[in-house]
């Protein structure tokens, strides 16, 4: 009997590691540890990028008047097969920021209204959150304090006693809306996005999620997921060019959800809303196409597992050269990115404190960067695995990071 292949791993990367160097644009001496932020695509998909830039180019009537629309719309296609849900259901945007300011500006608050964030939410998220409610009256925050390690059922548990302690107060008051990273930014984690959604609609709350890391690093399966709203930045884990995410709306929304930039289409359905964000390059949305062909090579299992795994030792190997320990002990809550803590003398060393210090110390002097932040009291790193890297190279930034730490806690503060 026929047995299937092992998937690639740490010890047996098979066709991942230094071997893809050759794919992406890395120069020599280049090794990137923070692919979470901004993303890097393949060679390839920059080939297929600029092939629809040149389309777009050498005949621009054309182009914009008969072809974009079927383009973009065999795109959404692709991406609702990867997904598992109905293309009418989504619409290409230009990142997580600009989809999440379409739900949420376009959602009509009342006074009484709540909306229910984590302490970890993103920036950008918590901004626009905070916008919503300066511009509406009686519409407040409700913010859950998320403070790992937690396990999911405390994650669950401390999100639902929020929202009976609301109502037990019994003043008028609702949650509305909560919005949930599924993969937070900082800290890294994987959260417990199911159990989250089932139970916030059991009490009648819509839930936007925050997905921008998640396509790439984790399956989704929409119509399981059953949110009422989702977006995803393409250009992060999936490998598209910067500039491209996607926004699921189910039909439900779909008559109240509009674009944050109103154009000639307004009012005539989601998808012709969405379709056309005026004059633009659109070859960065469409060169998702060339992100799933360089994806489909491997397969997605084969990538998933690989970067899981190697998240999971490089971290360990991190943990042990600095003598700390990763964020989480729960393996399942870590994606692609771990969070290694840095045993720094003093949170609030003047350097540490000083804008961009580490940032341009990194880059400037090793060549390389992993962002750092703090959390529970302790300074952390966020570490992204990727196809690219291998055990070494976390062996080699966690000897950076144990140099540049030496060198703060002996260096005096003033």
């Given at each position: 009997m026929a047995t299937s292949s092992p998937l690639p791993d740490p010890a047996n990367p098979g066709p991942f590691g230094h071997k893809q160097r050759k794919n992406f644009f890395f120069p020599e001496g280049k090794t990137e540890f923070n692919h979470g932020s901004y993303g890097t695509f393949p060679r390839s998909v920059q080939e297929n990028m600029l092939k629809w830039h040149n389309l777009a180019e050498q005949n621009p009537d054309r182009w914009v008047r008969l072809d974009l629309k079927p383009a973009l719309r065999k795109v959404r296609s692709q991406l609702a097969e990867f997904m598992n849900c109905d293309t009418d259901d989504l619409a290409l945007v230009q990142n997580?920021?600009?989809?999440?300011?379409?739900?949420?500006?376009?959602?009509?608050f009342v006074p009484?209204?709540?909306?229910?964030?984590?302490?970890?939410g993103y920036v950008n998220v918590v901004k626009t959150t905070s916008?919503?409610?300066?511009?509406?009256?009686?519409v407040k925050i409700i913010e859950?304090?998320?403070?790992?390690?937690?396990?999911?059922?405390?994650?669950?548990?401390?999100?639902?006693?929020?929202?009976?302690?609301l109502i037990a107060?019994?003043?008028?008051?609702?949650?509305?809306?909560?919005?949930?990273d599924w993969i937070s930014s900082v800290p890294a984690v994987v959260h417990p996005i199911k159990p989250l959604i089932d139970m916030l609609q059991s009490y009648g709350i819509m839930v936007l999620v925050d997905g921008a890391h998640v396509i790439g690093q984790l399956p989704i399966d929409l119509t399981y997921m059953n949110a009422d709203f989702f977006i995803?930045?393409?250009?992060?884990?999936?490998?598209?060019?910067?500039?491209?995410?996607v926004l699921h709306v189910p039909k439900r929304y779909q008559s109240v959800i509009h674009p944050t930039a109103i154009q000639g289409d307004y009012k005539s359905g989601f998808e012709l809303e969405f379709a056309w964000n005026g004059t633009m390059d659109y070859s960065n949305m469409l060169s998702i196409e060339g992100a799933l062909e360089f994806r489909k090579q491997y397969g997605e299992k084969a990538i998933i597992n690989y970067t899981h795994k190697l998240a999971i030792h490089g971290g360990n190997i991190m943990a042990e050269i600095l003598g700390t320990n990763v964020l989480t002990p729960h393996e399942h809550q870590v994606g692609n990115m771990v969070n290694v803590r840095l045993p720094i003398k003093n949170i609030n060393h003047p350097k540490i404190?000083?804008?961009?210090?580490?940032?341009?110390?990194?880059?400037?002097?090793?060549?390389?960067?992993?962002?750092?932040y703090l959390h529970g009291g302790h300074f952390w790193t966020r570490v992204s695995s990727q196809i690219y890297l291998e055990l070494d190279d976390f062996v080699h930034l966690g000897n950076v990071w144990k140099e540049v730490?030496?060198?703060?806690?002996?260096?005096?503060?003033?």
């Open positions: 997580t920021t600009t989809g999440v300011n379409a739900v949420l500006r376009s959602l009509k009484g209204d709540r909306i229910l964030q984590f302490s970890t916008y919503i409610c300066d511009t509406h009256e009686n859950v304090p998320v403070v790992m390690p937690m396990t999911d059922q405390e994650i669950v548990y401390l999100v639902e006693k929020t929202v009976q302690d107060k019994q003043d008028g008051t609702r949650v509305r809306l909560a919005v949930i995803t930045n393409c250009h992060k884990w999936l490998y598209s060019v910067r500039g491209s995410a404190q000083t804008p961009d210090y580490l940032i341009r110390h990194l880059l400037d002097k090793y060549n390389l960067y992993s962002p750092t730490i030496n060198e703060l806690n002996t260096e005096p503060e003033n």
